[in-house]
């Protein structure tokens, strides 16, 4: 059974930094794509960051460019949203989601919770 554990969500002032973690158990990260999620209250899902089996990332919101870093650490299986520099507009419920590719939708987690105040 493949599991998803996101964590590091919380309140944050306006400038602060977090960093989430995606604690994955039951599918293996290694060559895997892992991509960011984000939801905030009353909007559509939407991906941030996405990097794929090579490595190669691709930024899919211009709003957190420089300021967001998604990276992965196979070992531990686990990926990680180095989130820098954030704002009220980053508020929002983030997920992470792993192996999808053509045909498949991937896995994901439950969901952390990210509230940044001005």
């Known amino acids: 059974q493949v599991q998803l554990v996101e964590s590091g969500g919380g309140l944050v002032h306006s400038g602060g930094s977090l960093r989430l973690s995606c604690v994955v158990s039951g599918f293996t990260l290694d060559y895997s794509t892992i991509t960011w999620f984000r939801q905030a209250p009353g909007k559509e899902r939407e991906g941030i960051l996405c990097v794929d089996r090579i490595n190669s990332v691709t930024v899919y919101q211009d709003s957190v460019r420089g300021r967001f870093t998604i990276s992965r650490d196979n070992a531990k299986n686990t990926a990680y949203l180095q989130m820098n520099n954030l704002t009220p507009a980053d508020t929002a419920v983030y997920y992470c989601?792993?192996?999808?590719?053509?045909?498949?939708?991937?896995?994901w987690g439950q969901g952390t919770q990210v509230t940044v105040s001005s």
């Open positions: 989601n792993v192996g999808a590719a053509l045909g498949s939708p991937g896995y």
